[in-house]
């Protein structure tokens, strides 16, 4: 009989965790993720993982999102960076689930990208 013990099943999840978000973010953000190569996106998803935890983001599928919000911003930092100071406020609200958290930035995000899509086109 085979034992797993708690530590390994651990270390078994997490790395399988990490694969699925390489090819995730390999398919989702192609030319980002070869432009910065193996390593930098391996180092860039863990930074965006500890950056994620410092904020109580703790399910999977919420730090998935937050890691794809890093890539479409295109900020490891957007969580505290003075251009996107409306995920700092997002993200230090008091009340409200991780979830309410991760879909205001959403579409906080999704606003903003399309106001800069359209001041793109209105400057040519």
């Not at 500890?50 to 919000?69: M, P």
């Not at 958290?101 to 086109?121: C, F, G, Q, T, V």
Request: aromatic share 8%; glycine share 4%; charged share 35%.
């Amino acid at each position: 009989m085979l034992i797993i013990r708690k530590k390994q099943f651990e270390a078994i999840k997490v790395s399988a965790y990490m694969t699925y978000l390489l090819r995730t973010v390999r398919k989702t953000w192609p030319d980002q993720c070869r432009e910065l190569g193996d390593d930098d996106l391996v180092k860039r998803i863990e930074k965006c993982l500890e950056r994620a935890d410092s904020h109580g983001i703790t399910k999977t599928n919420n730090k998935t999102r937050f890691i794809n919000l890093a890539f479409l911003l295109a900020r490891d930092d957007f969580d505290t960076a003075a251009e996107t100071q409306w995920a700092a406020t997002i993200l230090g609200w008091e009340s409200g689930s991780e979830n309410l958290k991760m879909s205001a930035l959403e579409k906080r995000a999704e606003i903003e990208m399309e106001r800069k899509i359209e001041a793109e086109r209105n400057s040519t």
